[in-house]
């Protein structure tokens, strides 16, 4: 393993322990927003350390992956931001959801490495067996994110923002 290897997986570990960190936190807090820092700085370190690893010498799906997570991101800021200079309520719904997505990503990545180890018999191909998990994954938490946003956030949006069931 290479420096970058060891610079991701620390990162990766801060942004998964900030995590959870950030979900114990009253959302909008000084507390929230210090732990989302950290979470977004260290989700960022393990991106950009991401690009400089290779197994096989050349880019691999989870190099896309490293793209989507400084999009999400950096979208999720962006809005945060946006905000805070319009207290567009739209903003907020922009932040969860790409804080969210960010979060589903950092799950499907370890898992995607731990895949990786797992003994797969019967001739199964780990870029299939990682395809299914992860639709499974996606779908699931898809539904968990739309859920918690609705139940969570609908009251501040009023009508605008149905839940679709």
Known sequence: MNTFSYIHIAAATLSY??????FTRKVGSRQHRMVGIV????????ALAGFFIYTSGRPSVFHV????TL??????WWAIVKFRQTRDRTYLRHHYFNMAYSFMGLNLAGL????RYAPLEGGVNYLTALGVVYLIVITVANR????VFYGRFAPWFGARV???E
């Open 112 to 115: 995607g490495q731990a895949l």
């Open 162 to 164: 149905q839940p679709a």
């Open 17 to 22: 322990l900030s995590a959870f960190g950030i």
């Open 65 to 68: 992956f490293s793209a989507i």
């Open 39 to 46: 979470y977004a700085v260290a989700m960022l370190t393990t």
């Open 144 to 147: 968990l994110i739309q859920k």
């Open 71 to 76: 999009l999400t991101i950096g979208r999720a």
